[in-house]
């Protein structure tokens, strides 16, 4: 499974981005994708999941919305009332959900959020 993420740009604080990531090759293989934020010298946070479900972090919630377009095996991260503190390298993951980790990451893409 391969993954590309794409969207990530410069935005001042309370403008809107939306990210994606494109799931290619064998995607039979995964039931579950997720979006993760790094902050400079910080450790990688979930942002959100979404398999049957869709789960947010507390930070994001009511901001960001998760979403899977099967027809083109692509998930879509739509982040709204961005916060400087959103600010970070936003990875792509899926796997199978009987895996304990992720097996698959995209490249990741810079968000910058100004104030």
């Known amino acids: 499974v391969q993954l590309q993420a794409s969207g990530g740009g410069s935005v001042q604080a309370g403008g809107s981005l939306r990210l994606s990531c494109a799931a290619s090759?064998?995607?039979?293989?995964?039931?579950?994708m997720g979006w993760f934020r790094q902050a400079p010298g910080k450790q990688r946070d979930v942002v959100g999941i979404?398999?049957?479900?869709?789960r947010y972090a507390d930070i994001v919630k009511g901001r960001f919305t998760l979403s899977w377009d099967p027809a083109e095996n692509t998930a879509y991260l739509e982040m709204n009332s961005l916060k400087s503190e959103d600010t970070g390298v936003y990875l792509c993951?899926?796997?199978?959900?009987?895996?304990?980790?992720?097996?698959?990451w995209g490249q990741g893409t810079q968000v910058t959020v100004s104030s």
């Open positions: 090759g064998r995607t039979d293989r995964i039931d579950e």
């Open positions: 993951g899926a796997r199978n959900s009987r895996s304990a980790l992720y097996d698959f």
């Open positions: 979404i398999n049957t479900l869709t």
